[in-house]
């Protein structure tokens, strides 16, 4: 099942983004290797800076994707004012189908 984690930037939180990004990009490339990431990036301002992240998991339940949500070096850095998990059904242009 895929998962959906709409997350939102804290204000004023860019660099924590920043210096967060090297283990962030890292966590992503292990869950990609092990087959769970669908895709991920972020959400951009006006200004064309990064306001928060979208990202596509598998997971057996919604308590498993909520722990890979908890384990983003972003999340665990606090960069996050919410994170929202929400089953999602990937129906067009999934390269699984």
Not at 62 to 68: C, H, K, S, V, Y
Request: aromatic share 10%; with cysteine; charged share 25%.
């Amino acid at each position: 099942m895929h998962f959906a984690f709409l997350c939102k930037d804290k204000p004023g939180s860019l660099q924590v983004r920043l210096d967060t990004r090297p283990e962030h990009l890292a966590y992503l490339n292990a869950l990609n290797a092990d087959g769970k990431l669908g895709f991920a990036g972020p959400f951009l301002g006006d200004d064309g800076k990064p306001t928060g992240s979208l990202v596509v998991v598998k997971a057996e339940t919604i308590e498993d994707a909520r722990r890979i949500a908890a384990d983003d070096p972003y999340a665990k850095a606090g960069l996050f004012a919410d994170v929202e998990v929400k089953a999602w059904n990937w129906v067009f242009n999934n390269p699984e189908a």
